[in-house]
């Protein structure tokens, strides 16, 4: 009852915050806009509520140290209040709202009253530029004193309900942009599905008074990952010391995601912005967990030639392949498993959950195959998922969730875990955008028990391989012929186009008709030279080629060197596991239905593939031809009625 009342107050107070947007900015700002002007001041309201109480001490404590560094303050002000960020401006959103002069440079004062670490979130939320339209449109006296009014103190809203309000507005915000919705914001129901499993098989240092765990996120986006990483981790252990890290490139949800973490306890620097692919802002830097939704399709011509000189240097994260440039999720795989931990004797390492739609899977190119084969190699995958379609707000496609570890439990290295959860949602009241299903909490411990239960699970969902299983080799399969010798027409015409084809050869040529294919070889020079005529080695081959003629009763035909010689039109390319042995699986699947078939296992091309769909796919049995013929059978009998009645008419 409890949570459904926090759901309910969040969707209220969200619905709050959002008549900003029909009351204010109508007219006045374009509505794929709104979220723009929207999310600073939301953000601006929550700060200024947590601070209210202890703001009037803050402001006398740091006027008291006088002209100290900025930084030195913080560290003050951090000490003596707990808090690592403060405002020591004598205004705030009701004092502002209660005149309607200079409302602007109020504003503006107001903000630059905030701690210096924090400034970056108001000059990444463009907040001067927007309070500016605002005034010039005489709406921002309106929107200050709309903000002023609504409670989003944290005895009003906890954290975790916060959150809520952060995603219905965001949601309604980047709804109006249309697949930017799913630019930079993932639903919580697949962050907790990803956080559960991640988890799931960790040390028991984890649940020690001193446990420490470390969360990164490349595509912090607006933070979401890493607070509901936090706060599993917390419900595990109340005493764990969680440190969260983020790289956001974009300015509106970096300055989203730092607000949010400040507002969630974290560090004002916990989220940095800069573009993850050119510049890694924790090299050097490993972490115990993962997280990552990469933008799916994303074009990284505009990093390449930063990417490419990274990729030259021998172990780099880019050094083992590089995706099409029209598609750089795998990069961001890559760059995932570089940062992660490495084993430790203690049983830890890190681990990965990062988002992809199908492509990553198998794309047969260069690059994503070397990626693949590396990770494969490495033993870095654990478990891949398949996700419900529809669950985010910006695409209804198909997508994954790769889970990579360097430290495995005993039991699953050298083993990767499929799991289709394809089926474990359910459809929302009201969609929201591209996301039309979510998967509730049974849902999610579906998955999750199917992952624990690991080759124990239930195969409909959840299918245990081996690397070795995923690579594969391409190998040549033809079909040799039987051929017979044939004297025609169309073989003479056919080699009166050669210079060394004279009318005499005409003879020659009839006079072997029904000569054994394999012994032309011997039997056309010797006829050519007992008729004075010369049969170069260039003839002799155009000879064998328009007098064959197919002979299932002629003996399998090799060519004047004795090679083989393959069926015209029956060339195909077999697909064999490392795990398989090629005789064995020829024998099963291929000389069951030709018995002829050869193969040449020297010219086969090694590639690899997840192919999900594949491994899950369970045919349906066919209906009974007596059920299909009395459905046509009844359909005819309709039809005949109809035309019965059109003719009558």
Request: glycine share 6%; with cysteine.
């Amino acid at each position: 009852m409890a949570e459904h009342k926090t759901s309910s107050t969040s969707a209220t107070t969200a619905r709050i915050v959002w008549d900003t947007a029909d009351k204010f900015l109508r007219d006045i700002v374009e509505p794929e806009d709104y979220g723009d002007f929207i999310l600073p001041f939301t953000v601006l309201r929550r700060l200024e509520c947590m601070l209210a109480d202890s703001k009037g001490q803050v402001t006398q404590f740091v006027a008291s140290l006088g002209s100290l560094p900025p930084h030195l303050i913080d560290i003050a002000v951090k000490d003596k209040f707990g808090l690592s960020f403060y405002n020591v401006s004598p205004l705030d959103l009701a004092t502002i709202a209660s005149v309607d002069d200079n409302v602007e440079k109020s504003l503006q004062n107001y903000i630059a009253g905030f701690s210096h670490n924090i400034e970056d979130i108001w000059v990444s939320f463009e907040f001067a530029r927007r309070a500016k339209i605002l005034a010039d449109a005489n709406r921002l006296h309106s929107v200050v004193k709309h903000f002023s009014t609504i409670d989003l103190a944290p005895g009003k809203l906890e954290n975790t309900a916060m959150g809520d309000v952060f995603e219905d507005v965001m949601y309604r915000a980047f709804n109006k942009k249309g697949k930017a919705a799913g630019a930079f914001y993932t639903p919580r129901d697949a962050i907790k599905l990803m956080v559960d499993i991640l988890i799931a098989n960790d040390d028991d240092t984890l649940a020690s008074d001193s446990a420490l765990r470390s969360i990164y996120d490349p595509t912090a986006g607006s933070g979401g990952m890493l607070l509901v990483a936090q706060d599993a981790l917390r419900r595990m252990n109340e005493k764990i010391d969680v440190t969260l890290y983020g790289q956001e490139l974009m300015p509106s949800a970096f300055a989203l995601g730092k607000a949010d973490l400040l507002i969630q306890g974290g560090r004002p620097d916990a989220i940095k912005q800069g573009n993850t692919l050119v510049e890694d802002l924790y090299e050097g830097q490993t972490f115990d967990y993962v997280l990552s939704n990469p933008p799916f399709g994303k074009d990284w011509s505009a990093d390449e030639k930063s990417v490419r000189e990274q990729a030259k240097k021998h172990g780099s994260r880019f050094s083992h392949g590089l995706p099409s440039i029209s598609d750089g999720q795998m990069l961001f795989l890559a760059h995932c498993a570089s940062k992660l931990s490495p084993a430790a004797q203690n049983g830890q390492g890190g681990r990965a959950a990062v988002v992809s739609n199908a492509s990553p899977l198998f794309t047969g190119d260069k690059g994503p195959s070397a990626i693949r084969q590396w990770l494969l190699e490495e033993d870095l995958v654990d478990a891949i998922v398949a996700l419900p379609t529809d669950m985010f707000y910006g695409t209804g496609i198909p997508t994954y969730v790769w889970f990579l570890d360097t430290n495995k439990d005993p039991e699953r290295r050298g083993k990767i875990q499929l799991i289709d959860g394809t089926g474990q949602s359910r459809l929302l009241r009201k969609p929201m955008g591209e996301k039309r299903r979510e998967m509730s909490r049974a849902n999610r411990e579906t998955v999750l028990e199917a992952y624990k239960a690991f080759e124990d699970a239930n195969p409909e969902i959840s299918r245990v391989m081996t690397p070795q299983d995923l690579m594969f080799r391409d190998i040549p399969v033809s079909k040799q012929a039987r051929l017979a010798t044939r004297f025609s027409e169309d073989a003479v015409e056919e080699l009166r186009s050669r210079r060394d084809f004279t009318e005499e050869h005409v003879a020659v040529l009839k006079s072997l008709d029904g000569t054994p294919w394999n012994e032309l070889p011997k039997s056309f020079p010797q006829a050519a030279k007992a008729a004075g005529l010369k049969a170069p080695l260039g003839l002799l081959d155009a000879v064998m080629r328009t007098m064959a003629v197919a002979d299932e009763s002629a003996p399998l035909a090799v060519d004047r060197k004795g090679k083989p010689v393959a069926t015209d039109g029956w060339k195909m390319t077999e697909r064999v596991a490392m795990s398989q042995d090629v005789t064995e699986h020829m024998e099963r699947d291929v000389l069951r239905f030709a018995p002829d078939a050869q193969w040449d296992e020297s010219k086969a091309k090694h590639g690899n593939e997840i192919p999900f769909t594949r491994i899950f796919f369970v045919p349906k049995e066919p209906r009974p031809l007596a059920e299909i013929d009395a459905k046509v059978q009844k359909i005819m009998g309709e039809l005949a009625d109809m035309f019965k009645e059109v003719s009558d008419e």
